[in-house]
């Protein structure tokens, strides 16, 4: 009569355990309120030294394009250049208009300028003046002089058929854009790192109450196989098997706290907090987002078109472009231009210089032949043009990578997600298995290598549905870093 109310005791005891213990498994509870996943990414974007130095570089751009922009507008500009000049000559030369020749002058120029966009060059109109004082013996002649010219327009090219203008619109307007674009990678980059350790901590304290539960178990089994002990119903070594498996499950939940405090640690310093306490809740699962309507085709297209590091390519490709065009112009015969019309007149007094203006033209064409550089220039040509392969080659191998990252990840998603329903319809299978032979091991139908296996493949069983978890998320932020707009 004692030995069946013993083990009427011991399968209530058992069974209603693990019955508890799989119905709380995964949503087990803690005392704070939990940290959700978009609260923990909304820390992380507004905390982040990452994310601050992403505004701080964006802003730093777009400034910089703001004073491109600016310079390709109208200048006007005021330049006044004081000028003193004294030639001390030997007396006893023939050259006597050198002799103790001393000026001191000041001219004044009023420009407005404008970058001539379409075909290079700089066009202006303006208006100068100069004053001249003469300092030398025979000063009483024409010891000062005034030139004024009211009215001068000119235009002036430094290199005829080469439109530097153009190359440098291209390039500021690709520089800008994957500024603009490496702001929101980084943005997307700390929401994916952020969701990358929720489901790390996440995984980790699940895992945790699992080896905690586990130990229990071991521990009310072991209780119960002493019991069973002194009546000879289990066997000595059977009662050595469930100490070693106690120990064993204990070494595994000090194991589980250990990862579950370096998780916790970790999510902390990204938010910028000191620790996340103990106590929190466990994080909460989001629901599943509906499954990624793109083919692989499309991920790859918007990879490569939302990616900075493409468009910060094709900005260097683009430059290194100009710079070989520039280097073939200047390999051959180099023409520049200076033309200016006006009026102009030069009087000893500043009122007489502005009377009886004469109309001027001047036109000078500089035309520059490398004879003889040993063929550098030829050479500079050649070093733009293996840069602008170098260049171009690495933009091809930019698409490559990024193209396959976003390909690998979004097949990863689709088979983290069929692993994930997988995970979950095994873990129905195990709970089932596990309690049915906890029923057995009570009743004495099975041996403890039984109940020890049906053990084993259900924590086996969450444990494979936490890796799928964690996996599916890692690739499902990863991807919306490569593809979101």
Known sequence: MKNKELSTVNVGTLVAMVAALLGMLPQGSRGQAPLTLDKAIRLAQDSAITAFESRQELQSRQASYEAFEALRKPQLSLKVVPNYSRIVSDPTRDYVYLRNFDILSTSAQLRLSQKVLPFGGEAYVGTQAIWSEFFREDASGHPRQFVASPLLVGYSNTLLGYNPHRWEKQVEDQRLKAARQQHEYDLRRIAEEAAVRYFRLLCRQRMALIRQEELSLNDTVLAIAREKATIAIVTLQELHTMELQLQNSANLLAAARKDEQEARTELASLLRMKQIPNDTALMVIPEMPPPTPYTAEQVAMLARSNSPAYQHQLAELTEARHQEEK???????????????????????????????????????????????????????????????????????????????????????????????????????????????????????????????????????????????????????????????
């Open 327 to 485: 280097a073939r112009k200047e390999r051959g015969i180099n023409v520049g231009l200076d033309i200016n019309l006006g009026m102009q007149q030069v009087d000893r007094t500043f009122g007489g210089a502005y009377k009886d203006q004469q109309l001027y033209a001047l036109g000078a064409v500089q035309v520059s032949i490398p004879l003889m550089d040993h063929g550098a220039a030829k050479k500079r040509h050649a070093a733009a043009v293996a840069w602008g392969e170098r260049q171009q080659s690495a933009l091809q191998e930019t698409e490559r990578l990024l193209e396959e990252d976003a390909i690998v990840t979004l097949q990863k998603l689709h088979d983290s997600r069929r692993m994930l329903e997988s995970c979950q319809k095994t873990i129905t299978l195990a709970e089932t298995n596990f309690y049915e032979t906890v029923e057995s091991y009570a009743n004495g139908l099975c041996d403890i290598n039984t109940f020890s296996l049906g053990q084993n493949r259900w924590v086996t069983a969450y444990a494979n549905y936490l890796a799928a978890l964690e996996e599916f998320w890692t690739a499902y932020y990863h991807l919306q870093t490569l593809i979101e707009n």
